[in-house]
Antibody
Framework: EVQMVESGGGLVQPGGSLRLSCAAS????????MYWVRQAPAKGLEWVSY????????YYADSVKGRFTISRDNAKNSLYLHMDSLRAEDTAVYYC??????????????????WGQGTLVTVSS | QSVLTQPPSASGTPGQRVTISCSGS????????VNWYQQIPGTAPKLLIY???QRPSGIPDRFSGSKSATSASLAISGLQSEDEADYYC???????????FGIGTRVTVL
């Protein structure tokens, strides 16, 4: 069974830092690109960052560029998001997610799209 | 940063067909496959449609997707009360190297 469990959220003051983690299991983590997506209270989904399977490509939304750093440790099946210079507008539930194809024993492709349960980050004084 | 345009709301009575549009541009929808997600408030999004018109296993065939040029759409036929949720389209933007979501459409079953 695929599981993706985020942790590290909490209350932080403006200007502070926080590190989110996502522990993945049930699939070959090192084979798949990973994403962070956030959702502010009563707002829509917002993509935050992307990292390719072996960290060769990394992209950020303009809203977090220069403040957030995405990384992964394939040996530990873990994804991270280091967040600096946090602002009130960063308050949101942060989800780790992945999508892609896997192949069954007969070689047939199957698409998957997994999300964690999310971790809440609140930036407030 | 670019965003995909969706109507903020849509509604229908049980059994009706509801269609949600998703408008993008030549650098996003036109070049990349579109996914559709359903989100019940307080829960993680759930994939409904991938690669424009493909349904993952377990998704009823009442849900269907299509794409043409810079637009995509999601249709829900035989609307049911449990379809009340927020629906988001999403795709990659090649020119900006960003993944973008639509603003979301709240579907209400009257």
């Amino acid at each position: 069974e695929v599981q993706m469990v985020e942790s590290g959220g909490g209350l932080v003051q403006p200007g502070g830092s926080l590190r989110l983690s996502c522990a993945a299991s049930g699939f070959t983590f090192s084979s798949y690109d990973m994403y962070w997506v956030r959702q502010a209270p009563a707002k829509g989904l917002e993509w935050v960052s992307y990292i390719s399977s072996h960290s060769s490509n990394i992209y950020y939304a303009d809203s977090v560029k220069g403040r957030f750093t995405i990384s992964r440790d394939n040996a530990k099946n873990s994804l991270y998001l280091h967040m600096d210079s946090l602002r009130a507008e960063d308050t949101a539930v942060y989800y780790c997610t992945t999508k892609g194809y896997y192949y069954d024993s007969s070689g047939s492709p199957h698409y998957f799209d997994y999300w964690g349960q999310g971790t809440l980050v609140t930036v407030s004084s | 940063q670019s965003v995909l345009t969706q109507p903020p709301s849509a509604s229908g009575t049980p059994g009706q067909r509801v269609t949600i549009s998703c408008s993008g541009s030549s650098s996003d929808i036109a070049r990349n496959p579109v996914n559709w997600y359903q989100q019940i408030p307080g829960t993680a999004p759930k994939l409904l449609i991938y690669s424009n018109n493909q349904r993952p296993s377990g998704i009823p065939d009442r849900f269907s997707g299509s794409k043409s040029a810079t637009s995509a759409s999601l249709a829900i036929s035989g609307l049911q009360s449990e379809d009340e949720a927020d629906y988001y389209c999403a795709t990659w933007d090649d020119s900006l190297n960003v993944y973008i979501f639509g603003i979301g459409t709240r579907v209400t079953v009257l």
